[in-house]
DNA sequence: GCTTGACGGTCTCCAATGTAGACCAGGTCT
DNA sequence: AGACCTGGTCTACATTGGAGACCGTCAAGC
């Protein structure tokens, strides 16, 4: 990955846009293609999808939904849909009656979906570490301030 | 990690809540303090700036303004106070003058940045042919629709 | 027969969030 | 003396996200 500039570099290069060819992708640079694939990604609902596909297998639109606390309706539509264009996830209409509409990776998100997964799972493990660090940093804030006054 | 449902089980449960223990945290559940976590790293520029301090070491408030293109002074104090508050990340002011405001990875941080670092490289490495798939999804649903009108 | 519910969405409104850019205090360079 | 750098804060403004109504098709219940 490019690093936004080399380690111990006194003088930070600034990426403004990134070189533009096939290769030099930089997710630093402000107007890299790049860039705007990954704050599409970096994102709760976004991630959240890509993680239940891909320990879950297929899910319905409905089981999406309920697989995922809290997402709205047009979140997930409008999610599904970035994630279908990008070419991540797959929609299967089922012509039944009535029509059962199914969401699955695609060979490409699942490639995506196994470099999330460890996040999720930091998460998971540290989060009560981050909530401790939380609490630690609003009391010495906001609580015992002021300390030689 | 939890999942939001057993793979194939054809009845998702509904986490509406986590378990509330130190343990059972759960970035599924709406209202558990896991996803409060996540939705907070789920972000461009947290997860850019996680990436950019754990690439290139300790850097000043300018530099990270430099390393993360486009980012604004009030995303990036933002941004920065709540990887401090979350003990991801140490802020040094060194009483120099003009004073030095130096920002690190705390080792948590760094644990967490190590996991974030493969999605940075994938999209880096990707992004061509995730644009590709956008062109053929926009050319397939906007240019080329009404196939049988 | 009529209502109710699930399904897979779309639409509209309103609140929250992000961005752009001004401003600020202290110190430095010319 | 005036412009500039540093590390921010503050204020508008535009975009985004969430809540909830609406929609047509189907099935079950009363």
Known sequence: MATPQQIADPRP???D????GDQGFDIFAA???????FAELADKWSLLLLLSLHSCGEQRFSELQRAVGGVSRKMLTQSL?????????????HPETPPRVVYGLLPLGRTL???????????ES???????????????HDGACAPQD
């Open 31 to 37: 107007v890299c293609p790049s860039r705007d694939v």
């Open 81 to 93: 849909r970035a994630l279908e264009r990008d070419g991540l996830v797959l929609r299967t209409v």
């Open 113 to 123: 979906a196994e470099r999330i997964a460890p996040l999720g799972d930091w998460v």
């Open 126 to 140: 540290y989060a009560g570490q981050v909530v401790a660090a939380r609490e630690r940093f609003d009391r010495a």
């Open 17 to 20: 846009t990134c070189p533009g």
């Open 13 to 15: 290069e600034t990426p």
